[in-house]
């Protein structure tokens, strides 16, 4: 069991509906988190470039994002860590709220915009650089109100009830052995029987089904196991355990039926992104590409979620924002006759919100064309 647990994300003992207040929470500090920007430095030297008719004043509605927002603003979204205001006086500068009026600013000859506090560009410069000591104050407002990175309703699924561990993990996982009606298949309100040590009487847990395993073929051309995919079908808690049985009274089922077989972890609570920046050469091993288009057997496109063959230990962050290149189509010359690969075209943008050990996913941003699996990730241009 404790292997299973170094393999998957870290579990906590907060419920679902508390999570969502914590997460609300921590997608607002999305929103220019002065640390996180600076610890992934933008290499252009040149300013970000404005969008053509970009506001100098935007009241922040809901429904909106802080991707949808730096797009009124910039030409190269990706960039709005650099330009972010935030107020070093306060606990927690980086919360906007629909109401929240931006404005456009000028520091040392760079765009800023920061959130207008009743004193204009002149109160947003004075607060970013520390100019002047605030008296404390306070805003009463329901964090849940707090915009998010990215919409919530496209990666829900994949965010709450899949994750990816290694396949040696699974060995020694408790499984649910029956069900106590002697039925194949149980659902909520129906108990079952979970064979395997480490489940607790009074702890709540998951109900997981494998999915298919990411199989690769390294460079030797020998086939291995990247990840294996679980999907969580059911949840319940544990009444009573006997031996190594362990009877669970299910709570809640998602998308399916519990099946004898199905493995039983831990629940944990799943965590947004708090701040998207763009990914650097040097930071991820390269080559990387997408493998899977999750809930799809076609391609992907915005709001759809990837899987992609980088992971942690590939150097890859929450957060990180990756340029998608379609590979050129291979044409005949129709003088020579020679087979020739057109050049291939960067065609969107994607955002790591989980990442594993090997693979990560992560959420369409914007694509111009379909996105294929197989498509070549890479850092974002940074040259607006």
């Known amino acids: 069991m404790k292997k299973v647990l170094k393999a998957v994300p870290t579990f906590s003992a907060l419920g679902f509906k508390k999570q969502l207040l914590a997460l609300a929470v921590c997608v607002s500090v999305g929103v220019g988190m002065v640390s996180m920007a600076e610890a992934a430095p933008a290499r252009n030297i040149n300013p970000p470039a404005l969008k053509a008719g970009a506001p100098q004043v935007y009241v922040?509605?809901?429904?909106?994002?802080?991707?949808?927002?730096?797009?009124?603003?910039?030409?190269?979204?990706?960039?709005?860590p650099e330009i972010w205001a935030s107020n070093k006086h306060v606990k927690n500068p980086h919360w906007i709220f629909p109401g929240d009026r931006l404005l456009m600013c000028t520091y040392n000859g760079r765009p800023i915009i920061g959130k207008d506090e009743g004193d204009g560009c002149e109160g947003i410069i004075r607060r970013y650089t520390g100019g002047t000591k605030?008296?404390?104050?306070?805003?009463?407002?329901?964090?849940?109100?707090?915009?998010?990175?990215?919409?919530?309703?496209?990666?829900?699924?994949?965010?709450?009830?899949?994750?990816?561990?290694?396949?040696?993990?699974?060995?020694?996982?408790?499984?649910?052995?029956?069900?106590?009606?002697?039925?194949?298949?149980?659902?909520?309100?129906?108990?079952?029987?979970?064979?395997?040590?480490?489940?607790?009487?009074?702890?709540?847990?998951?109900?997981?089904?494998?999915?298919?395993?990411?199989?690769?073929?390294?460079?030797?051309?020998?086939?291995?196991?990247?990840?294996?995919?679980?999907?969580?079908?059911?949840?319940?808690?544990?009444?009573?355990?006997?031996?190594?049985?362990?009877?669970?009274?299910?709570?809640?089922?998602?998308?399916?039926?519990?099946?004898?077989?199905d493995r039983v972890l831990p629940e944990y609570d799943p965590m947004l992104p708090t701040l998207f920046y763009p990914t650097h050469a040097e930071d991820v091993v390269a080559g990387g590409k997408i493998v899977r288009v999750m809930g799809s057997i076609g391609t992907a496109a915005k709001h759809s979620v990837v899987t992609i063959d980088r992971g942690r230990l590939q150097g890859v962050q929450v957060g990180h924002v990756f340029a998608v290149?379609?590979?050129?189509?291979?044409?005949?010359?129709?003088?020579?006759?020679?087979?020739?690969?057109?050049?291939?075209?960067?065609?969107?943008?994607?955002?790591?919100?989980?990442?594993?050990?090997?693979?990560?996913?992560?959420?369409?941003?914007?694509?111009?064309l379909p996105i294929k699996v197989g498509a070549a990730i890479q850092p974002p241009l940074l040259d607006d």
């Open 60 to 80: 922040v509605k809901k429904g909106d994002t802080l991707w949808d927002i730096s797009k009124r603003f910039l030409k190269n979204p990706v960039r709005w």
């Open 325 to 368: 290149n379609q590979t050129g189509e291979t044409v005949t010359d129709p003088k020579t006759k020679e087979r020739i690969q057109l050049p291939g075209q960067r065609i969107g943008n994607i955002m790591v919100f989980k990442s594993f050990d090997h693979l990560s996913y992560a959420y369409v941003l914007d694509s111009e």
């Open 134 to 261: 605030l008296q404390p104050q306070v805003r009463i407002e329901s964090l849940n109100n707090a915009i998010p990175v990215i919409p919530l309703e496209y990666i829900k699924h994949w965010l709450e009830r899949s994750t990816i561990i290694a396949p040696e993990s699974i060995t020694d996982t408790p499984y649910i052995l029956g069900t106590a009606d002697q039925r194949v298949l149980a659902a909520k309100g129906q108990t079952v029987y979970a064979r395997g040590n480490g489940l607790e009487v009074g702890q709540r847990y998951a109900v997981y089904r494998e999915a298919e395993p990411y199989m690769f073929t390294d460079a030797n051309g020998k086939k291995y196991n990247a990840g294996l995919e679980l999907i969580q079908v059911a949840a319940g808690t544990s009444i009573r355990g006997e031996n190594d049985i362990t009877t669970l009274e299910l709570t809640d089922t998602y998308n399916g039926e519990v099946r004898r077989g």
